[in-house]
Each structure stands twice: as C-alpha cells, then as structure tokens.
C-alpha cells in the first residue's frame, strides 16, 4: 500500500516538474519544496517511532525462535543447523523499503536545503539582459534573505526586521503583476522620493543623479557596442547602459493599477512619488528593461533579499565574485 501511495506522489512530482519545464504553466519552487519538507518529514516520522520498530521487532522474533530451534534439535542430540539463511532473512527484515530510502532517507537533505534557502541565501538565475552591465544573462547570483528581515517561507509574512532597502541595492523581489514570477532590479526611489526618468536622465527629489561617461561597452547579446556610464546612487556606484539617440516612449501597462495616480507620463519620461511601504526599481540596461516605469512600485511584501554575489557563471568563470 506505501509503495504505491509513494509511487503515486512521485508521479504527481514529476508531471508537477514536467508541465514547469515545458512551460505549461509557473511553478513555485518555494511551495515545493515545502511541501516536500512536509511530505518527507511524515515519512520520516513514521519510520522512526513506527517501520523501523516494526521491523526490529519482526527481526528480534525472528532470531529468537531460531535460538528456541535450535535449543530444541540439541536437546534432541541433533547437528545445529546453519543459521546463515536465518542471518540474511534478519538482514533483510530490518533493510529499508525503496519507498521509504526515497522519502525518509530524503528528509535530512531536503530540510536543510529548506531552512538554507528560506532564511539565508538563495541561488537565481539572470534570464535576461535587463541588469546588463551589473549582472549578465547566465550569471548565477546568491540572494541574501535575512538582509532586509527573516520572513515566513512561501506567506513572506515579515518576523522580524533587518536593515531597510538602501537606493542602489540590488534587490530579487516577486513581480507585483504576477507574484509568482521573480525580478530583480536595482532599488532607485525610496518611500515617499520623488522619482523623475526625463530624457534619459535620472533625478530624486530634484537632484540630478550624477553620471560619469565611460565609454561604450560591447554587448554579447546584441553583438554591439552601448555608450556605458557610471551612475551613483546614494553610496553605490555601477554602470549603467543609456543609448542618448534611442526614442524611448514611457507608458503605464494595464496591469499598472495600485497607485497609478502617482505616476504621470509625457512625451519626456516618467515622474513617480513612491508610496509608503513600495519601492521604486529600474534595471541597468536603462532601455532595455522593463520595470517600475511601466508596471508601478514594488510593495515591501514582495522582496525576496538583496542580491550581491556572482557564485557561478559557466561561460564565463571570471564573473564570480561580489557586485554592487
């Protein structure tokens, strides 16, 4: 009956990862691993103080009617007889069942991985040039979870607080449109900034953000050369990528509706008063990135942790190490 229940719930896993991988739908990596801590946890709980009692159990009355056979056949004058057949029936009296190695025999792993990844450093994966020339598609970044505050796993309910977002930190958050999805962008405006994007130019509360030319910047993605700048955002100096001769048309997306009134467009830019409790994110590659600009304000329940290392980057190993 529990190999087949087992069976059954590795089946609904791998449908679960297939349907994920073929893109039929958005899985949640956070809920399953959590309910695979809960599942393997029941397992484990179960062959501790249950199967494996039972089996011992089983393997002691194995042994001890040998012993009372074998006690019979001497009294009787009678060879012993080999009691090899009775060893290797103990020995596998007392082996694990496949379905409990598979589940159980999990649980330590997975828990660990669980608690590692909720409440101190989760691994992304860059999917797109949006952060170029920070971060760069393939790059393997680790998120600092405890950095803004130790969250419940899955809710993101906050426990306790940590230090607050700071302008220039880069930030993984959920996308507010469909929090499912996770995004990560540098932290431009603050609650209550006064946030204005005109003509390639960025200002907070009045005061022009400065920006020092550096050259262009070859883009492997595009195959093309980019004017880059280094751009200061309060004690956080990176680059940033702006093309002065690109048409860039501002407009709020559909799905933009908390505090659409905060933002308004003309044919300049953008200009955005950041509401209590959200943040404002821009990437990078300032053209080429979708963010506050066109779909609003990132609230404090969406933020996943502040990104700050590049552990791994297979086509280009001499990408590891920490960023700004």
Known sequence: MMSVLTAALYGV???YGAG?????????????????????????????????????????????QDSKRRAELKKLGLAQADSGGVESARESLLMQPWWLDWT???????????????????????PSGSMIPTLLVGDLILVNKFHYGIR????????????????????????????????????????GDQVVYNNKSLSI???????????????????????????????????????PRRASIYRPMDSF?????????TL??????????HYFMMGDNRDNSQDSRYWGFVPDENIVGRAFMVWMNFSNLRRIGLFD
């Open 13 to 15: 896993l791998l449908f």
């Open 20 to 64: 994920w991988w073929l893109g039929y739908w958005v899985g949640n990596f956070s809920l399953l691993l959590f309910v695979l801590t809960l599942v393997t946890l029941a397992y484990w709980l179960a062959e501790r103080f249950r199967f494996a009692p039972a089996r011992a159990a089983a393997a002691e009355a194995l042994a001890t």
């Open 104 to 126: 159980a025999g999990l649980f330590p792993v997975i828990a660990v991985v669980f608690l590692l990844r909720s409440f101190l450093f989760e691994p992304f994966k860059i």
């Open 152 to 191: 419940l796993p899955v809710l993101g309910t906050k426990l306790m607080s940590n230090k607050e977002p700071q302008r220039g930190d880069v930030m993984v958050f959920h996308y507010p449109v469909d929090p499912r999805i996770d995004y990560i962008k540098r932290v431009v405006g603050l609650p």
């Open 205 to 243: 509360n009045g005061k022009p953000v400065p920006v020092q030319a550096q050259g262009d910047y070859y883009d492997d993605d595009s195959l093309r050369f980019e004017p880059k700048f280094a751009e200061t955002l309060g004690n956080v100096k990176h680059g940033i990528l702006v093309e």
């Open 257 to 265: 509706v908390n505090f659409r009134e905060n933002c308004q467009y």
């Open 268 to 277: 300049e830019g953008v200009s955005c008063k950041v509401p209590a409790g």
